[in-house]
């Protein structure tokens, strides 16, 4: 069990669906970052959100949405989405955005896109 | 372009012996460092962080940076079955002014430790 929890573990969506990845952590960290990973490579950096604002937007494309409702909370919202982003989606936190500490990951979300 | 190398392997060891996993990176302004533990289907997982030059030891593992050399390195002793996955050597880009905090994965090296 990890300490930033994701929610749901698995999501099956069609194109035209409109979804979204959960993640929460009680750490009191203040960065919270959303990668993708695809099987067998590292995890790519999508998102980063320092002190509740997005700091880093990794040329992701307008599908993917993130927001950061309050400093325990990461969503990442889903709308027509395409077969090459089934993945695993990982959301991770940070103790402090302007030092170089360690990130820690949740479990992920499997996500399938038909 | 930032980039961190690593032996995607696979690294097979027996049972019982010492497993060593090498990184180089290229940003020598990078001041952390981190090797993460992933198992098939499962989430990174956090297992050594180092900070300063020389060897950072925890229990079965062992993390030596060499800054100078732009190199990490991960030993495990007494290598176990349950130690296959993969490991990610990761940096931290060397720069946090403006409130961001960002990791350059290496590829990472399969590991396999057969009884």
């Known amino acids: 069990d990890t300490e930033v929890t994701q929610t749901p573990k698995h999501l099956v969506m069609g194109m035209t669906n409109k979804k979204s990845l959960k993640c929460e952590q009680h750490?009191?960290?203040?960065?919270m970052y959303w990668y993708k990973q695809k099987a067998k490579k590292p995890p790519e950096l999508m998102f980063v959100?320092?002190?509740?604002?997005?700091?880093i937007n990794e040329s992701v494309p307008s599908r993917f949405s993130p927001e950061c409702p309050n400093s325990s909370l990461l969503n990442l919202h889903l709308h027509a989405l395409q077969p090459e982003d089934s993945a695993l989606y990982l959301c991770?936190?940070?103790?402090?955005?302007?030092?170089?500490?360690?990130?820690?990951f949740g479990d992920g979300t499997r996500l399938s896109i038909l | 372009q930032k980039e961190v190398e690593q032996n995607s392997g696979p690294l097979s060891v027996p049972e019982g012996a010492i497993a060593s996993l090498n990184c180089t990176y290229s940003?020598?302004?990078?001041?952390?460092f981190f090797w993460y533990r992933q198992y098939s289907g499962k989430s990174p997982e956090l297992i050594m962080s180092?900070?300063?030059?020389g060897d950072k030891e925890d229990g079965r593992f062992t993390a030596q940076l060499n800054k100078a050399s732009q190199y990490v390195s991960l030993l495990i002793r007494d290598s176990q079955p349950s130690d296959s996955a993969t490991y990610l050597c990761a940096v931290n880009e060397g720069r946090f002014s403006g409130g961001y905090n960002k990791l350059i994965f290496g590829a990472g090296t399969r590991l396999a430790v057969h009884p």
């Open positions: 750490m009191g960290h203040r960065a």
């Open positions: 959100y320092s002190y509740e604002k997005l700091s």
């Open positions: 180092i900070y300063s030059n």
């Open positions: 940003d020598r302004g990078s001041q952390s």
């Open positions: 991770a936190s940070s103790q402090d955005p302007d030092r170089g500490g360690p990130q820690h």
